[in-house]
């Protein structure tokens, strides 16, 4: 991966993770509410990143699809059976699991994306 890619696709997911974030932070004691909002900021997330390495627009957004319903819902699951209904901990582990999940899942799919732009 060249320099100026891993720049913009750190700064891609950095941005998603945050805004993700802050909406599971938001909303951590309405069953299932962040889902509505983690998945299209995933989306956007893979989406942006195909542009970088050029991927094409069909399979950057299939590929949007499938990682963003798997993320939301590893997630998703992992924090709300933990302590995602306590409030204030369950609030910031909720936050700090949206960020880890995209963080993870977004340069996974960087990853594969600097693979088949070689």
């Known amino acids: 991966m060249l320099y ?3 720049k913009r696709s750190q700064r891609i997911v950095h941005t998603a993770a945050i805004a993700g974030a802050l909406a599971a932070l938001i909303m951590a004691q309405l069953p299932a509410s962040d889902n509505l909002i983690l998945v299209p ?16 627009l069909k399979r950057s957004v299939s590929t949007s699809f499938i990682v963003g319903n798997i993320a939301t819902l590893v997630g998703r699951g992992i924090s709300e059976f933990l302590v995602g209904w306590i409030p204030v901990a369950g609030n910031i582990i909720n936050a700090m699991t949206a960020a880890a999940v995209i963080e993870f899942f ?3 799919v960087a990853r594969s994306f600097e693979r088949s732009y070689r």
């Not at 900021?41 to 094409?56: A, N, P, Q, S, Y």
């Open 41 to 56: 900021i995933e989306i956007i997330m893979v989406i942006r990143l195909g542009t970088v390495f050029h991927v094409d």
């Open 106 to 108: 977004g340069h996974a």
């Open 4 to 6: 100026i890619e891993r």
